[in-house]
């Protein structure tokens, strides 16, 4: 087992919770303390004990059970909060007396669905580990390309033969319904990567790479075959545009990436709040800029690749980052979810049209 002599070290004075406390049952770690800084610190007390000959089989080993970590609302209650919000924007949408009164612009809702979804990929950028990622590179790009263009393969061939959807208009059907929802995949994964699960194998930077590139792919798909559905021009020039898209979106966020790890300096005072300002005034703004000259993919890979190579670089400091940034979540989910329940209008769909066999 291991001692806690090297983890008191750490610690010092911190006691362990007492049994009024609201905890999980799972064994976790103080909240000043990151899940890397746990690890460091099991890997010390696994050294110094090595010295002393007493460490056991690792099929053996375990933490410390008085050590706990509190987590927000999981299970049931999650998804009654999640769909909770939807439920409200879809009924201040379709109740006659509320909507005469609430309205947003197609374009603020399109900004501030866009800006969310920015949120939730410096999240996912912020939270890989560059270690897992550079062993699990290959699985990553299969888990991440191949559910998606399968997924839409299925879905353009069955909405052609049952529904006589066009081939073009049956693919653009497959991006919308094989994209994976980044908003619900990785702020679980974060979750679990925070209490330990899954760590030593790589699996939740490995599950929030994908879906984070999963979503990227959606996107450049989709917008490639709206421009061969609403285009005239040549096929070949629409899909040279979305590998251009994808090219400037890993060059820029690089480029950007490495400026925010020497600016600001590290001497300044409130480091983290200026990282993470930056971070967000960036992402955002190129998300925001390539939906308006039609780069719509590259905005959405720059941000994920900025924040990773920046990441590396402030190591364990990007934990204040991350926290200011889950901050900025907590405000934007609830307009997210909200907007995208608005987005649906009953009396803009016939009632004819529904089952309708032609």
Known sequence: MYTTESINEHLEDTLPPTSTQRFWTVTNFPDQFSTLELQQILRDSSEHEQAKGTVQ???????????????????????????????AGFILRNIPFLSQYIYISSTWSSNLRNTALTIILIRAGLGLDPEALKHLKTVCLRLSMGPCLIETCSAAVFSHLI????????????????????????????????????????????????????????????????????????ILHILLVSLLEVSIGVV????????????????????????????????????LGSQRIGLHGAGGLCTLVLTFVSGIYWSREKI???????????????????????????????????????
């Open 57 to 87: 089989p690792k099929e053996e080993e375990t933490l410390p059970q008085w050590i706990h970590i509190p987590r927000p609302p999981q299970g049931t209650l999650n998804k009654i909060i999640t769909n909770g919000m939807l439920l």
């Open 163 to 234: 529904m006589k959807f066009p081939w073009k208009w049956a693919f653009l059907l497959g991006f919308v319904v094989g994209a994976v929802s980044p908003a619900i995949v990785v702020p679980s994964m974060l979750l679990l990567q925070e209490d330990g699960y899954g760590i030593e194998k790589g699996i939740p930077t490995l599950l929030i790479a994908a879906s984070s590139l999963d979503d990227i792919l959606a996107i450049t798909g989709f917008n490639a075959c709206m421009g061969i559905v609403f285009s005239s021009g040549n």
């Open 252 to 287: 820029l966020g690089a480029v950007l990436g490495y400026f925010l790890r020497y600016f600001p300096s590290r001497d300044q005072t409130k480091l983290p709040w200026k990282r993470a300002f930056l971070v967000l005034v960036m992402c955002v703004s190129a998300v």
């Open 320 to 358: 204040r980052v991350q926290k200011i940034v889950a901050a900025t979540w907590n405000i934007f989910q609830p307009l997210l979810f909200g907007l995208v329940g608005s987005e649906v209008s009953v009396s803009s769909l016939p009632s004819s049209a529904i089952g309708k066999n032609n």
